[in-house]
């Protein structure tokens, strides 16, 4: 087998480079999974190791798997390590051997996520706090997990998390306290402790340390740009005496920071390994060249990091739509009609996504979606309305309109706390089946049903129902959803949301999207309606009929996949570039999320940016096109629209 004749020159330099540490920086589209592939079977066939001296790295278990079996097809059925995989997968098999120096059996259970909500609750209740103004078990997990990936103070980062909460910080970290010496006893481990473990018993145990280092000639990285930073320390202590370590990634697709991927690791990958070996893969085999060019332009905006540009191998295609329309309504108009243009061209629909940066912005389009019953997928999640976030917050609106909703009533009171499924259900019988929340006597009527601990939580949001008729909001939805969310549930997603900022980016775009309705009966109506419509016609697929289904889904969700027609929505200032995201850490991160969307698209590319906003007090706003829309020369989009449709 020729490798050089299977690989361009880019792919050939860096799949035979020389031994000592290497950077392959991969750009979209252009074989950095066939590189990995080759320089394992290369390693292999040149007899610089066998198989079982190689350790790939990677972040899930079918990249693993693909790659380590083309790669023992190419080097004539020589088998990889059984280590590769994942990192967790390589902690865990490190730890059955060795589990014994940081204290545990090396026959430890590993929790899986039920199991350890289970425990952290025992703890929690263990300490006695009161739950619903404490971080649920699977928030304060994925909150322990972040900090301890980037080998954070812990102390530290309880403060910043929860400065603006009722929530003790000193509970929190006994909370964790009470945790680990829960699963020290039991001898047993969560996810995030696999690494913990593997990195402390490489970093204090040198025997084992050089051992590995030994049995591991040369160490495999995929995704490098994704690691936070202990697993780029557990990869340095298994490569610090040899140095024979490649890692393969793409710096321009580094958009996990808030799950603590640290682009770092990457991007000053030469200062931690001095005398690395860098080589660029540029040569694009998905997109057509006006794609590349969109995204070769916007993403040279960014000056921290490894400059390259991606270089086209397909023939010209047509150039990328700029449709500037008038607002989101009209956005999702021109999706539905684009997209059944495209199908009648021969693109089916399962070959068309829709990408956004944060799941309100394809509100609009999922509610036409369901009017013109266009079958359609949610790839990142559930359906926006059927969101928990959303429907907590409706609550309050459904109450208003029918004082009998008991779903409602019980949805409602169960976020306070002491108030569970029965007993929320018998105060509502307690109050007669009917809560006019528009009265003062029902709210007291309520306190005096409610636990004593839950009564502090219900008397901030008791003005939020009484404003209702004291000043006339009945055609203003949005303002009470506001209300409510400022006086109540902003500290409520804190405590039972791990993703907390990305659901009140929901909640802000929801308030401005109420405006449309002239009333709150109006909104609860359609977004009724239209969820009947989801689950009951044909715009809910059977799995059958998935395969003629458009896709919607988040840039995040959509990162490692590719289709023949991309649109994005929303391309306008302060929603895409998110304004917080720009507030707290500047553009980077937004500008290589939008080279992730543009580089998703092999053939086809629709840029949507809506030229105004209704806001919730009835106001029409104007929107700024994106900076990153700005920055594209006019000759390489179409345009379409002139705020129309």
């Known amino acids: 087998m020729n490798f050089k004749e299977e690989l361009n020159e880019e792919q050939y330099a860096a799949a035979t480079a020389p031994d000592g540490p290497a950077l392959v920086v991969a750009a979209a589209g252009t074989g950095k999974t066939r590189v990995l592939t080759y320089r394992l079977a290369w390693l292999i066939r040149t007899e610089k190791a066998c198989g079982r001296e190689i350790l790939l790295l990677t972040f899930t278990n079918k990249a693993a798997k693909q790659m380590t079996e083309r790669a023992k097809l190419l080097s004539e059925n020589k088998a990889p390590s059984k ?16 589990a014994g120096s940081v204290g545990f059996g090396s026959d430890f259970t590993i929790l899986d996520s039920d199991d350890a909500k289970k425990l952290m609750r025992a703890c929690i209740d263990e300490l006695d706090v009161e739950k619903k103004h404490f971080p649920k078990p699977d928030v304060l997990l994925s909150f322990f997990g972040v900090v301890s990936g980037r080998m954070g103070e812990l102390s530290a980062a309880v403060d910043e998390r929860f400065e603006h909460t009722d929530v003790d910080p000193d509970l929190v970290l006994k909370a964790h306290a009470r945790y680990q010496t829960r699963k020290k006893e039991s001898n047993s481990m969560d996810f995030d402790d696999l690494l913990v473990h593997a990195n402390r018993v490489l970093a204090e145990n040198e025997r084992v340390r050089n051992f590995y280092q030994e049995e591991f000639k040369y160490v495999l990285v995929d995704e490098y740009q994704d ?54 893969l540029q040569i694009n085999y998905r997109s057509t060249p006006e794609i590349l060019e969109v995204a070769n332009e916007v993403i040279a905006g960014n000056p921290d990091q490894f400059q390259k540009e991606l270089q086209a191998v397909r023939e010209n295609g047509t150039l990328p739509h700029l449709a500037q329309v008038r607002d989101g309504s009209a956005q999702a108009r021109y999706v539905i009609g684009q997209a059944r243009a495209l199908a009648r061209q021969g693109i089916p629909l399962s070959e068309i996504c829709v990408l956004y940066r944060s799941h309100f912005h394809a509100m609009e389009l999922q509610m036409e979606l369901a009017r013109e019953q266009m079958p359609y997928i949610v790839t990142s999640g559930v359906r926006f309305f059927e969101q928990a976030h959303i429907k907590d917050v409706c609550t309050v609106l459904r109450l208003l309109v029918n004082p009998s909703d008991e779903m409602a009533f019980t949805r409602l009171v169960e976020m306070l706390p002491r108030v569970g499924k029965k007993g929320s259900h018998k105060i509502f019988r307690k109050l007669g089946g009917r809560v006019n929340l528009q009265r003062l006597e029902t709210h007291e009527a309520l306190l005096a049903a409610l636990p004593p601990a839950a009564r502090k939580g219900w008397e901030k949001i008791q003005p939020v129902f009484l404003a209702y008729r004291e000043e006339n909001l009945w055609n ?25 900022k990305f659901r009140s980016e929901d909640l802000d775009g929801l308030i401005d999207f109420t405006a449309k309705f002239d009333s709150t009966e109006a909104f609860l109506s359609e977004i009724a309606l239209l969820s009947n419509l989801d689950k009951n016609g044909s715009n809910a697929p059977s799995d059958e009929e998935t395969r003629d289904s458009i896709r919607l889904s988040t840039i995040h969700q959509a990162k490692g996949l590719e289709w023949k027609a991309v649109f994005v929505l929303f391309l306008n200032e302060e929603m895409f570039p998110g304004r917080k995201a720009v507030e707290e850490s500047g553009d980077a991160e ?29 106001s029409i706003i104007p929107l700024e096109p994106s900076r990153f829309i700005a920055e594209i020369p006019e000759e390489l989009l179409q345009q379409d629209g002139g705020g129309f449709f």
């Open 83 to 98: 280590y590769c995989g994942t990192f967790h997968s390589f902690a865990n098999r490190l730890l059955r051997s060795h």
């Open 227 to 280: 690691t936070n930073a202990i697993q780029a320390a557990l990869v340095n202590h298994l490569v610090r005496t040899h140095g024979n370590l490649m890692v393969v990634g793409d710096d321009f697709q580094s958009i996990y920071s808030w799950r603590g991927a640290d682009f770092r690791n990457f991007l000053d990958f030469e200062k931690f390994y001095p005398g690395a070996k860098t080589f660029k």
């Open 590 to 618: 937004e500008r290589r999320l939008f080279y992730v969307a543009v580089t998703r698209a092999e053939d086809r590319l629709f840029l949507c940016s809506p030229l105004v906003r209704h806001q919730r007090d009835h």
């Open 476 to 500: 203003d939805p949005g303002e009470i959803i506001y209300r409510f969310n400022k006086a109540f549930y902003t500290e409520y997603m804190v405590e039972n949301f791990d993703n907390h």
